[in-house]
């Protein structure tokens, strides 16, 4: 299994950013997806998550800004990140979770400066 977490880059503040997640050797269809993101010094923290059954929740501190989504057609997810602020910067990590196992992408780095 693998998951390769790519679009990072650097943007300046409130400019936009999609992070996707695509995999191989598991059907992203039925995992619980979640995009996760550590910033330096800081514990890893959850952003946002979707369900199999295409329900999404956020973090309050990204509510209203980034949406995350599912492509099963091409088993990726995006998180489609907008307004960025200085404070998002951070390495996202996408997850996948099966009934049987939890699986973590290489992480890819968001720096939000101008």
């Known amino acids: 299994v693998q998951l390769q977490a790519s679009g990072g880059g650097l943007v300046q503040p409130g400019g936009s950013l999609t992070l996707s997640c695509a995999a191989s050797g598991i059907i992203l269809g039925v995992c619980v997806m979640r995009w996760h993101r550590q910033a330096p010094g800081n514990q890893r923290e959850l952003v946002a998550i979707i369900t199999t059954g295409g329900s999404a929740n956020y973090a309050d501190s990204v509510k209203g800004r980034f949406t995350i989504s599912g492509d099963n057609t091409n088993n990726t997810v995006w998180l489609q990140m907008n307004s960025l602020k200085p404070e998002d910067m951070a390495v996202y990590y996408c997850?996948?979770?099966?009934?049987?196992?939890?699986?973590w992408g290489q992480g890819t780095l968001v720096t939000v400066s101008s």
């Open positions: 997850n996948a979770r099966s009934a049987q196992s939890s699986y």
